[in-house]
């Protein structure tokens, strides 16, 4: 008898996040939200999923993530058919760009109140905080629209710049709504 193997692949735990992702219906949801381009190989359930993968699975930079995608089953994680070399570094670009053009709030949003629903999850009672991440270097922004990197009200120094991070979550602590905002948004501000 002569058996030949294929591929040896190193899912792990990854086979159970991605039983629970394809379970809770998310790639239809987020391909729903962010319809795929006619031309497009991939979609944009594609990109989510490789790149939360990427990150349970150690975190490559997303230049890397192509040659990271080889090393799993990927037929097998996201779905039939999906190569490697489609999840390149400009492939991954464009759809983070469809996302964010197509209102990410409103994309995570959609999915955790999904998420909610499918585990009949308490929608009762929900606490609200913001926090800051002090950040060094020199940042331009393109835009005004852009996230301004601020000197804000630093719990550490006033003159270190900063960017703000807010998160809801239900009395369990299960996020229901995060965002990243301006360094210079005060916490009440953000909470109501």
């Known amino acids: 008898m002569n058996v030949q193997v294929k591929a040896v692949y190193h899912n792990s735990y990854l086979n159970i996040i991605s039983a629970l992702f394809k379970k809770w219906g998310l790639p239809p949801l987020i391909d729903h939200l962010v319809p795929a381009h006619p031309q497009c190989q991939t979609r944009a359930s594609d990109a989510v999923q490789a790149i939360l993968y990427n990150m349970f699975d150690g975190r490559q930079a997303l230049v890397h993530l192509e040659r990271w995608a080889q090393e799993i089953d990927l037929e097998k994680l996201i779905r039939s058919g999906l190569h490697p070399s489609w999840l390149n570094d400009d492939a991954l670009a464009r759809h983070l760009d469809r996302l964010y053009e197509d209102g990410i709030h ?14 009949d999850l ?54 229901f709504y995060g965002d990243v905002h301006d360094g210079s948004l005060p916490d009440k501000t953000w909470n109501s």
Not at 147 to 159: A, E, K, V, Y
């Open 122 to 175: 308490p929608l009762r009672v929900f606490h609200a905080d913001a926090t800051d991440k002090t950040v060094y270097g020199a940042y331009e922004s393109a835009s005004l629209a852009a996230l301004q990197i601020t000197h804000g009200c630093n719990r550490h120094q006033h003159w270190q710049k900063q960017i703000g991070f807010g998160l809801v979550g239900n009395e369990d602590g299960i996020p």
């Open 106 to 119: 409103n994309v995570i949003s959609t999915c955790l109140i999904h998420l909610y629903r499918k585990e």
